[in-house]
């Protein structure tokens, strides 16, 4: 990912093995790169952890999490929306801001037996727009990764933007994705499907990468 985001021109700031406090923390701290951010047609956002479901929330385990001892060190994703929207980031009002979720949003595997099968110089901005948020699973899903070959959700997003990001707007590339990985072959219990969440996009964002 952190390869894919260079190439396509931009500047990559990676934080490992943080709790959910620190993810909280390094969004906000994110959210203030004023100068940055003005000079920046669009952001992306990449989180990657273990996750799940808590009261209906998408919630990011932080690096202490565990079920049993440390249940509240999470990240809900919601925050996301929450620290670079146009209030608590102005310098992004106006400009796509690209969420990528792979965690799990859930235990439920994705493969099931089916019987019976059916065939801008407004002063006025709105609180929250132009996001697209992007997620490695339905709700209340697991996510899958290979050990050697890391995410699924993460290296089809490679495959198809070095592929057709020169030439197709992000939502067609994202399409592209949920289509490969809808066919991906196999009777497998993790038959990933990714979803776009809390989508507010108002125009189409190209990349128009050299790769």
């Given at each position: 990912m952190e390869w894919l985001l260079r190439a396509l021109g931009y500047s990559v700031v990676k934080r490992r093995n943080l709790s959910g406090e620190a993810i909280d923390r390094e969004v906000r701290n994110f959210s203030k790169l004023l100068p940055e951010h003005r000079d920046s047609d669009s952001t992306f956002v990449v989180i990657m952890s273990h996750g799940s479901r808590i009261n209906n929330r998408d919630a990011i385990s932080g690096v202490h999490y565990h079920k049993k001892k440390n249940p509240k060190d999470v990240y809900f994703v919601d925050e996301t929306f929450s620290h670079l929207n146009s209030v608590n980031c102005p310098a992004l009002i106006h400009k796509p801001k690209v969420i990528l979720i792979q965690a799990c949003r859930g235990g439920h595997r994705g493969g099931v037996e089916v019987h019976d099968q059916v065939p801008d110089s407004d002063s006025w901005v709105h609180r929250e727009k132009d996001f697209v948020c992007f997620m490695s699973s339905l709700p209340d899903t697991a996510s899958y990764r290979n050990t050697k070959t890391g995410s699924h959700f993460i290296n089809y997003i490679v495959e198809v933007f070095c592929e057709l990001a020169h030439k197709h707007h992000i939502?067609?590339?994202?399409?592209?994705?949920?289509?490969?990985?809808?066919?991906?072959?196999?009777?497998?219990?993790?038959?990933?499907?990714?979803?776009?969440?809390?989508?507010?996009?108002?125009?189409?964002?190209?990349?128009?990468?050299?790769?």
């Open positions: 939502m067609e590339l994202f399409t592209k994705v949920t289509s490969d990985m809808a066919s991906r072959p196999g009777r497998t219990d993790d038959k990933l499907l990714p979803c776009l969440e809390r989508t507010s996009l108002t125009k189409k964002l190209y990349l128009f990468p050299g790769l």
